[in-house]
T-cell receptor, first 117, second 114 residues
Framework: AQKITQTQPGMFVQEKEAVTLDCTYDTSDPSYGLFWYKQPSSGEMIFLIYQGSYDQQNATEGRYSLNFQKARKSANLVISASQLGDSAMYFCAMRAFMNSGYSTLTFGKGTMLLVSP | NAGVTQTPKFQVLKTGQSMTLQCAQDMNHEYMSWYRQDPGMGLRLIHYSVGAGITDQGEVPNGYNVSRSTTEDFPLRLLSAAPSQTSVYFC?????????????FGPGTRLTVT
């Protein structure tokens, strides 16, 4: 069974600084995918970034990058130059295949990020 | 495209009442699923569907029913609401041919059962 662990319940960062949100995972599948989602106070789930297990390079999307260390089973999210609008809950998730072949997501418990001026 | 839409946005039920949470997508996605989100926890899978007429249970299916008569719609039914079903419910869809299997989420329905 897949498992996602986010050990930081809350993180504080000052505006314009970089911050790393930790995520470790456990799976026996050789092929898997890792996602990060942002959930602002308004409640919607916003897709940020994806990393496939066979991808050679770390994924990047604008100010977001995923520090993928396969041997350590970690997939940390790095946000560069934090902005006030980055204050939100962040979820790490792993693609999981059901018996039917359907792909769903297993989520961590989330990290609340607060960006201060 | 509207993407994934959910109605209602908020709902208050009394214990024992039944209701249906609506979910629709206009992206012609084969896969659809329902998650619930409780405080301090990530999203947990309730039910999912791999196509019209095909549904299966997820991690926390008890107390919920689903059906999928069309590709677009995937309603979630609460047969007899209980306070333990107070939660935020998200519907999501994904395209079978998408190699990343990215899931597109609806805006959520906040349900309170008193």
């Amino acid at each position: 069974a897949q498992k996602i662990t986010q050990t930081q319940p809350g993180m504080f960062v000052q505006e314009k600084e970089a911050v790393t949100l930790d995520c470790t995972y456990d799976t026996s599948d050789p092929s898997y995918g890792l996602f990060w989602y942002k959930q602002p106070s308004s409640g919607e789930m916003i897709f940020l970034i994806y990393q496939g297990s066979y991808d050679q390079q770390n994924a990047t999307e604008g100010r977001y990058s995923l520090n993928f260390q396969k041997a350590r089973k970690s997939a940390n999210l790095v946000i560069s130059a934090s902005q006030l609008g980055d204050s939100a809950m962040y979820f790490c998730a792993m693609r999981a295949f059901m018996n039917s072949g359907y792909s769903t997501l297993t989520f961590g418990k989330g990290t609340m990020l607060l960006v201060s001026p | 495209n509207a993407g994934v839409t959910q109605t209602p946005k908020f709902q208050v039920l009394k214990t024992g009442q039944s209701m249906t949470l609506q979910c629709a997508q206009d992206m012609n996605h084969e896969y659809m699923s329902w998650y619930r989100q409780d405080p301090g926890m990530g999203l947990r899978l309730i039910h999912y569907s791999v196509g019209a007429g095909i549904t299966d249970q997820g991690e926390v299916p008890n107390g919920y029913n689903v059906s999928r008569s069309t590709t677009e719609d995937f309603p979630l039914r609460l047969l007899s609401a209980a306070p333990s079903q107070t939660s935020v419910y998200f519907c999501a869809s994904s395209h079978r041919q998408d190699s990343s299997y990215e899931q597109y989420f609806g805006p959520g329905t906040r349900l309170t059962v008193t």
